[in-house]
């Protein structure tokens, strides 16, 4: 059974321009959920999708968006890229994000550098 | 504010002994609790869970033992590897009322390193 997968791995963005990154979920798996990864501030929840839906939504600006498809892929965008959201992005697939079905399963993640 | 907290950032072991991960809590909303191991430039790799309603989950070398009037939980690897060194995290999700939807509250991680 294939994990959690995303793309790019790694990307460099100059300030002011925008990023699109794309993760797929496990077979199976509904919930999508996306964090940021930081040295200051640990992982921090960005949002949570579940058949297509925005289900919840963590403390960031509205620079940072999402959506996901019929198939449960996933998308990020963060736009106007600023040198702070330099970071690790991870997504993170569960069977339906609640309850006993919050388990979780990271992808490798995309390593975003803004220069 | 800080609802998840590792209060060790870092802890060593000799290898075959046993390592103590421990975990605080702040809000009493939080009724699952998950471990997960993590390497750099990784994502996490899930480990272990608990739900509010068991004190204790094992999983092979990997019990989890959850304390809710203290708001504490511990990870025990027991017999340690030298595999098992990486950054270990804490997470929490509070299901009832269902509007944490997919919402892991992580504490900072504490690095644990097994020495051969």
């Known amino acids: 059974k294939a994990g959690v997968t995303q793309t790019p791995r790694y990307l460099i963005k100059t300030r002011g321009q925008q990023v699109t990154l794309s993760c797929s979920p496990i077979s199976g798996h509904r919930s999508v959920s996306w964090y940021q990864q930081t040295p200051g501030q640990g992982l921090q929840f960005l949002f949570e999708y579940f058949s297509e839906t925005q289900r919840n939504k963590g403390n960031f600006p509205g620079r940072f968006s999402g959506r996901q498809f019929s198939n449960s892929r996933s998308e990020m965008n963060v736009s106007t890229l600023e040198l702070g959201d330099s970071a690790l992005y991870l997504c993170?697939?569960?069977?339906?994000?609640?309850?006993?079905?919050?388990?979780?399963?990271f992808g490798q993640g995309t390593r975003l550098t803004v220069v | 504010d800080q609802q998840v907290k590792q209060n060790s950032p870092s802890l060593s072991v000799q290898e075959g002994r046993i390592s103590i991960l421990n975990c605080d809590y702040t809000n009493s909303m939080f009724d699952y609790f998950l471990w997960y191991k993590k390497y750099p430039a990784e994502g996490p790799t899930f480990l272990i869970s608990i739900s509010s309603i068991k004190d204790k989950n094992e999983d092979g070398r990997f019990t989890v033992f959850l304390n809710k009037s203290a708001k504490h939980l511990s990870l025990h690897i027991v017999p340690s590897q030298p595999g098992d060194s990486a950054v270990y995290f804490c997470?929490?999700?509070?299901?009832?009322?269902?509007?944490?939807?997919?919402?892991?509250?992580f504490g900072q991680g504490t690095i644990l390193t097994v020495h051969p």
């Open positions: 997470a929490a999700s509070a299901n009832a009322g269902g509007t944490s939807y997919g919402k892991l509250t």
């Open positions: 993170a697939s569960s069977l339906e994000g609640t309850g006993a079905n919050t388990e979780a399963f």
